[in-house]
């Protein structure tokens, strides 16, 4: 029988499927139904800075005493707390359920909270905890430097605070994605998972009002995390984690030859069931048994640019099967 045991960031997974960040980890019952379907890993629902401003400003709305300053501070304290503790009680009650590594994730839009944030969720005992950052340039005089160097800033500050093992979550569109991945690493990163899927934007035509596009990812979103998995896999500095598209032991053997250390599911347990994660599970076994590999690493990064020889094929495959007529 197969190992399907990976080492993540130094640490352990029975197997390399991580449930990622998603209303299903919310809950204690919920990263328990995880396990039991067989993840690896779990990576909590973010702890969004947006949540607990809103429930400050809620707190702020329904009472009387806002008249009075010191009544003022004492609820905008008071409800700050309690949204961040509810948050802490979730990773302590999870850490005390399963046994498989629990990942915070903390997700901010203003530079200052990042590390009292963070400093708090390594304190209530995470494992490991995920910056899932998403800055999205929508102003004419912000470079593309400067959002990149906020990214680094993010980092290097929350690396100064925490000692956990530190991932982080981003997305495809940076000038030069090795640099930027290089430049994390370099920052503090032990991993980069890859990759952050935005909130889909669509525009309602009879209600004139913005609305979600499609909500969930598909199996075809797979090929653009996997490119870069196999351009980044040696050049990184750390570990690589697949996102987006895994919906089977196919995508997942698929990410692990591109040179991933694990992989995240999220759409496919929304529209499958947790069920799926042990399916892939037993997938994935069943290819390694027909290829003959003991464990993961033997075959891990066999497609990765480097490893595969032809650099060219990972930058221009299109034109090189169209007009060389070679079939890769």
């Not at 901010?108 to 494992?127: E, H, I, N, Q, R």
């Not at 591109?258 to 759409?267: D, E, M």
């Not at 892939?280 to 033997?298: P, Q, T």
């Amino acid at each position: 029988m197969a190992d399907l045991s990976v080492s993540y960031m130094n640490l352990t997974l029975k197997n390399p499927i991580i449930a990622g960040s998603s209303s299903l980890t919310r809950t204690v019952e919920g990263v328990r139904r995880c396990e039991e379907a067989g993840a690896g890993a779990v990576v909590l629902k973010s702890l969004f800075e947006e949540q607990i401003m809103w429930d400050v400003h809620q707190a702020e709305k329904e009472t009387s005493l806002l008249a009075h300053t010191e009544a003022y501070d004492y609820i905008r304290k008071t409800t700050h707390e309690m949204s961040q503790s509810n948050y802490l009680n979730l990773i302590k009650e999870s850490r005390k359920a399963v046994s498989i590594p629990v990942i915070a994730s903390l997700n901010c839009v203003t530079k200052d909270p990042w590390t009292d944030y963070a400093t708090k969720l390594a304190d209530a005992g995470a494992d490991a905890l995920e910056l899932n950052i998403a800055i999205m340039p929508t102003y004419l005089m912000q470079t593309g430097k400067e959002v990149e160097g906020t990214y680094l800033k993010i980092v290097e500050d929350v690396r100064k605070k925490v000692n956990l093992p530190l991932a982080v979550k981003i997305g495809p569109n940076f000038s030069s994605l090795p640099h930027t991945a290089h430049a994390l690493a370099r920052a503090g990163a032990d991993a980069l998972v890859m990759f952050n899927r935005y909130s889909q934007f669509d525009i309602d035509i009879e209600k004139m009002t913005l609305k979600y596009g499609f909500r969930f990812g598909t199996p075809v979103d797979i090929h653009i995390p996997l490119r870069w998995m196999a351009v980044l896999a040696t050049q990184a500095e750390c570990d690589l984690v697949g996102s987006g598209g895994i919906y089977d032991g196919e995508a997942v053997v698929k990410h692990l030859l591109a040179g991933a250390r694990a992989v995240q599911v999220c759409s496919v347990l929304y529209q499958k069931g947790l069920d799926r994660i042990k399916g892939m599970v037993e997938e994935l076994e069943g290819w390694m048994d027909r290829k003959g590999y003991k464990n993961i690493d033997d075959f891990r990064g066999k497609m990765s640019m480097e490893l595969k020889g032809k650099p060219d094929y990972y930058q221009r495959l299109q034109y090189i099967k169209v007009y060389s007529g070679e079939d890769i």
